[in-house]
């Protein structure tokens, strides 16, 4: 069984720019969750969706957004990029919709650097 | 306070040792708790849940003490391969928004 899959594995761009980053989940599960971790510190919530619709929203601001598609998969993107953005995001899969019960799967992310 | 708390460490140790690591948390109604490991520049992987009896997986034990708001993870003859960061993540009511990671704690096993 194929993993949680993240894409692109690197990603350079210039401030001001947008960049958008996929996910699909492990087969079976339909929520996915959107983390972002900057060297030294644990990931933080960004984003959760379960069946299409966002369940979960962290204190990031509005340039960024996701989805979530019928197939589970989901994008992230930001807008108007700053320095700050750079960073690990890691998209991670599981098995309920409500509650953490049994954990996540992470993918192995997407790391952003912001020039 | 903060939601959860970890001594980043590092915890130098030589193989054979036992380390143990706790995690303070502060909603007292958190609900499920985990540990993660996760290497150097890679992403983090499931280690072990932590049930309120406690619970074991070879040399990994984790316990969870409710009255005093923590968890622990203790590692028997540590490995050389056991070096990494140690995340312990705490679920809290209220949606996933709420799941909080520690900012871990690192340890390093020495030959």
């Known amino acids: 069984d194929a993993g949680v899959t993240q894409s692109p594995t690197h990603l350079i761009k210039t401030r001001g720019q947008q960049v958008t980053l996929r996910c699909s989940p492990i087969?079976?599960?339909?929520?996915v969750s959107w983390y972002q971790q900057v060297l030294g510190q644990g990931p933080q919530f960004i984003f959760q969706?379960?069946?299409?619709?966002?369940?979960g929203r962290g204190n990031f601001p509005d340039r960024f957004s996701a989805r979530q598609f019928p197939n589970y998969s989901s994008e992230l993107n930001v807008n108007a990029l700053l320095l700050g953005d750079s960073a690990l995001y890691l998209c991670?899969?599981?098995?309920?919709?409500?509650?953490?019960?049994?954990?996540?799967?992470f993918g192995s992310g997407t790391r952003l650097t912001v020039v | 306070r903060k939601e959860v708390e970890q001594d980043p460490g590092p915890f130098n140790v030589p193989e054979g040792a036992t380390v143990a690591f706790n995690c303070t948390y502060s909603?007292?109604?958190?609900?499920?708790f985990f540990w993660y490991r996760q290497d150097c520049r890679k992403e983090p992987k499931l280690l072990m849940s932590?049930?309120?009896s406690g619970n074991e997986d070879g040399r990994f034990t984790a316990q969870l003490n409710r009255a005093s708001q923590y968890i622990s993870l203790l590692i028997r003859d540590s490995k050389l391969s056991d070096s990494a960061t140690y995340l312990c993540?705490?679920?809290?009511?209220?949606?996933?928004?709420?799941?909080?990671f520690g900012t871990g704690t690192k340890l390093q096993v020495i030959p």
């Open positions: 969706y379960y069946e299409k619709e966002e369940r």
């Open positions: 087969s079976g599960h339909k929520s």
């Open positions: 991670a899969s599981s098995r309920d919709g409500g509650n953490l019960n049994y954990g996540y799967t």
């Open positions: 932590v049930y309120s």
């Open positions: 993540v705490v679920n809290p009511p209220g949606g996933y928004q709420k799941v909080t």
């Open positions: 909603n007292s109604a958190s609900q499920s």
